[in-house]
């Protein structure tokens, strides 16, 4: 009867440590996924953080664009307003030589109309 005593309790004790084996198991199961899953939170953070930065550079990029097409257009007119100086001096320029040129011929014209008077005389 003592043997058979003994053999329960050794049994019982048996059971007992599996039991907290098991229950050791499932703990370090649960503190596993834990630790699963505040790396996927950590990762999920990362990136959103990474997408957020991307967008900075993103929008920085496109107010850099921006900038740079309003820098753009502004050197097109400025090069387009020097163009039309330019032009408008050209003219300015053509008028005067044209003038000279017409007074020129009125004057020759006039110096031989008098010459043809004088043959005349």
């Known amino acids: 009867m003592a043997t058979k005593k003994k053999g329960r309790k050794k049994a019982a004790k048996k059971k ?5 084996k098991t229950a050791a198991k499932k703990t370090t199961k649960k503190k596993a996924k834990k630790k699963v899953t505040k ?10 953080a990474t997408k957020k930065k991307a967008k ?5 990029k496109a107010t850099k664009k921006k900038a740079k097409k309003k820098a753009k257009k502004k ?14 001096a050209k003219k300015k320029v053509a008028k005067k030589k044209a003038k000279k040129k017409a007074t020129k011929k009125k004057g020759k014209k006039k110096a031989a109309k008098k010459k043809g ?3 005349k005389k």
């Open 16 to 20: 007992v440590v599996r039991r907290k």
């Open 39 to 48: 790396k996927k939170a950590k990762k999920k953070a990362k990136k959103k």
């Open 56 to 60: 900075k550079k993103a929008k920085k």
């Open 75 to 88: 050197a097109t007119k400025k090069k387009a307003t020097k163009k039309k100086a330019k032009k408008k």
């Open 117 to 119: 008077r004088r043959k």
